[in-house]
């Protein structure tokens, strides 16, 4: 069997954990490959909101085993309150949730130096969610990493103890911040203990025996592929690989192993924090797309940029992934909108490119703009592709062609209902 991939193609939150929910009842497990609190996935069902942060989006569904996987970082705190979340909805996460002993763990001083650090930074700050992500993925890289499997060595408290005292030497560099560093640690210490009710295992061995076994796993991507280390648009990136080589590394696969790869685009395009946004709008257009479209990050509440639909930059993401279907979410947003532009090329200067350059972040880059009549009508009652009005149907179809890959999926909102399959 293969491992199929589910990630994002923007700059993040572009309705995964959705889509993961959705297509979960396929799969027998559903593995988280990166990322740490910083993401935030957002289910909606039986009238309740429910948003992870570190659990996969497959929890809420009976007789799956969730995975969360090497490459995760996790922080004990915000994986309690997500506990005790899903406990409230009715789930025992202890039946069916599984953490990779080679995760790494997010400790007090991390989200610290995270906050000093960005601090330190002023004007010219990457927009961190300051949730210890960055440094904890330093610690890792720099072989300094306390790893959820630690936590069953007797010399536990001797790694936690050197690597806080590290951290200290490192924050001396900055000035000092606003953080009650032993009530911090206090917490964590005792939710350290939430998570070693859970059951760790060897994840690298466990995902290719349920492979050999015939099984279906489902890989779930967290932030969006512009967001990734190597390929975003660095350094206003995180800290992982977000693209589809990245589930290789963070669940222990080979890339021989990796069936569909599932790439989630808005119908526009948002983006969370600093760094080159190049069809972002700054008129009534980019307003009502917040508005409308209730943009604002599920992790930390920040309002999103928003702009029209990139092509150049998913033809990009799509050719880094090597994606083989598409799904288009919040489509509705655009539903009152009797113009709806999409970005075809870039102008750099004098010259025209449909190309992501290597100097994203200082280029001046003003995009292309090809204009589509919208459908001005609600998408809400919609349930198949055929009820689409030809106006949306157009605006879907010509994606597809410049991409050269076809949408599987169209949401038309939050809910789980709301989601037409082709």
């Known amino acids: ?58 929890i809420f569904r009976e007789n799956l085993v969730n995975v969360i996987g090497n490459g995760v970082v996790i922080d004990p705190i915000t994986l309690a309150k997500e506990l005790k979340a899903v406990r409230a909805a ?12 080679k995760a790494h763990l997010i400790l007090p001083t991390h989200r610290m130096l995270d906050q000093a650090s960005e601090a330190f930074k002023g004007k010219a700050k990457i927009g961190s969610t300051l949730r210890g992500i960055g440094p904890t993925y330093m610690d890792k890289t720099g072989r300094n990493g306390l790893r959820v499997g630690d936590l069953e060595s007797a010399d536990f408290e001797q790694k936690y103890r050197v690597l806080k005292e590290k951290h200290a030497l490192l924050l001396k560099l900055y000035p000092e911040i606003d953080f009650d ?28 025996e349920a492979l050999d076994q015939g099984k279906h796993v489902l890989a779930e991507g967290a932030q969006g592929s512009m967001l990734d280390i190597d390929f975003g648009t660095y350094p206003y990136v ?3 690989n977000t693209v589809t080589a990245g589930a290789c590394t963070g669940l222990g696969i080979a890339p021989s192993k990796i069936g569909e790869v599932i790439g989630i685009t808005k119908a526009y395009c948002t983006r969370v924090g600093s760094g080159p946004f190049p069809t972002e709008l700054f008129d009534g257009d980019g307003e009502n797309l917040a508005r409308l479209g209730n943009e604002f990050g ?18 990009y993401t799509v050719m880094i992934n090597g994606v083989t279907q598409l799904v288009m979410t919040k489509i509705d947003v655009l539903d009152t909108f009797s113009e709806i532009k999409i970005s075809t090329s870039y102008k750099v200067g004098d010259k025209c490119i449909d190309h992501l350059p290597f100097d994203i972040v200082d280029q001046k880059m003003k995009p292309s703009l090809e204009a589509f009549t919208g459908w001005s009508q609600s998408l809400d009652e919609v349930r198949t592709y055929q009820e689409l009005p030809k106006e949306a149907t157009h605006f879907i179809e010509s994606i597809e062609a410049k991409l050269g890959v076809g949408f599987s999926m169209i949401s038309t909102g939050p809910e789980r209902s709301k989601l037409i399959p082709r």
């Not at 789930?91 to 990779?100: A, Q």
């Not at 560093?181 to 290719?208: C, H, M, P, S």
């Not at 309002?303 to 150049?312: E, K």
């Open 181 to 208: 560093l032993e009530a911090e640690e206090n917490n964590w210490l005792a939710q350290v203990e939430t998570l070693r009710k859970l059951r760790f295992i060897d994840g690298e061995y466990f995902v290719n």
């Open 1 to 58: 069997m293969a491992v199929d991939v589910i990630l994002g193609l923007q700059w993040g939150d572009e309705g995964k954990g959705k889509i993961v929910d959705y297509l979960a009842p396929k799969y027998d497990l559903i593995c988280r490959f990166q990322g740490g609190p910083n993401a935030g996935h957002t289910l909606n069902f039986g009238g309740e909101k429910h948003v992870l942060h570190t659990i996969p989006s497959g």
């Open 238 to 240: 995180t800290s992982s």
């Open 298 to 315: 599920a992790t930390t509440g920040r309002p999103r940029r928003c702009g029209w639909l990139d092509i150049p930059q998913l033809k």
């Open 90 to 101: 009715g789930v025992v996460p202890e039946d069916n949730l599984l953490v990779s002993k």
